[in-house]
């Protein structure tokens, strides 16, 4: 049974591109969080997709959106990259309202 | 406005012995409070958790203490084995777990042999 799986795994970018990132959630997972870690910090909460919807976000800027599909996997997209948005990138998944989430390797992104 | 705080940024204990880990939050919504641990090159791997009508959860050499008068929960780890080297993050939650994790910026747990 294969966990959560993100591609792709590093990625390199320059300021003002756009960036897509994919998630394939654990199998019988329905829910598919997405988080922000930057160096030395801990994960940061993006937003949660759930029934193809965008259920809860953090506080992030809108140039952050997402997608999920009907079999449950997701992107993540980044328009207008800044510096700042260099991170490790984490998918996570669960069963819908639980808390306990399945993380991916996450896809580090560089932005020169 | 850091909401979660895991004020040692790093811990050495001897093999054997019990490590400690402790975590503060200020948000009096939370409901929920897991651990999670993670390894270089990895995603983080879910450890415990305990439920804000609790005050104590354990499992195996894990246990968790929550004390939500003082905000402020633990991990205990006993005994402490090499391969629990790593980094923890305090994550607490509202909607009972349902809603999006806050984490702390986690304690790199060193085991020395």
């Known amino acids: 049974d294969a966990g959560v799986t993100q591609s792709p795994t590093h990625l390199i970018k320059t300021r003002g591109q756009q960036v897509t990132l994919r998630c394939s959630p654990k199998s019988g997972h329905d829910t598919v969080s997405w988080y922000q870690q930057a160096l030395g910090q801990g994960p940061q909460f993006i937003f949660q997709?759930?029934?193809?919807?965008?259920?809860q976000r953090g506080n992030f800027p809108d140039r952050f959106s997402g997608h999920q599909f009907p079999n449950y996997s997701s992107e993540l997209n980044v328009n207008a990259l800044l510096l700042g948005d260099s991170a490790l990138y984490l998918c996570?998944?669960?069963?819908?309202?639980?808390?306990?989430?399945?993380f991916g390797e996450g896809s580090r992104l560089t932005v020169l | 406005d850091q909401q979660v705080k895991q004020n040692s940024p790093s811990l050495s204990v001897q093999e054997g012995r019990i490590s400690i880990l402790n975590c503060d939050y200020t948000?009096?919504?939370?409901?929920?409070f897991l651990w999670y641990k993670k390894y270089p090159a990895e995603g983080p791997t879910f450890l415990i958790s305990i439920s804000s009508i609790k005050d104590k959860n354990e499992d195996g050499r894990f246990t968790v203490f929550l004390n939500k008068s003082a905000k402020h929960l633990s991990l205990h780890i006993v005994p402490s084995q090499p391969g629990d080297s790593a980094v923890y993050f305090c994550a607490p939650a509202k909607g009972g777990g349902a809603d999006g994790l806050t984490f702390g910026k986690g304690t790199h747990l060193i085991i020395q042999p």
């Open positions: 996570a998944s669960s069963p819908f309202s639980v808390g306990e989430l399945f």
């Open positions: 997709y759930y029934e193809e919807e965008e259920r």
């Open positions: 948000n009096s919504m939370f409901d929920y």
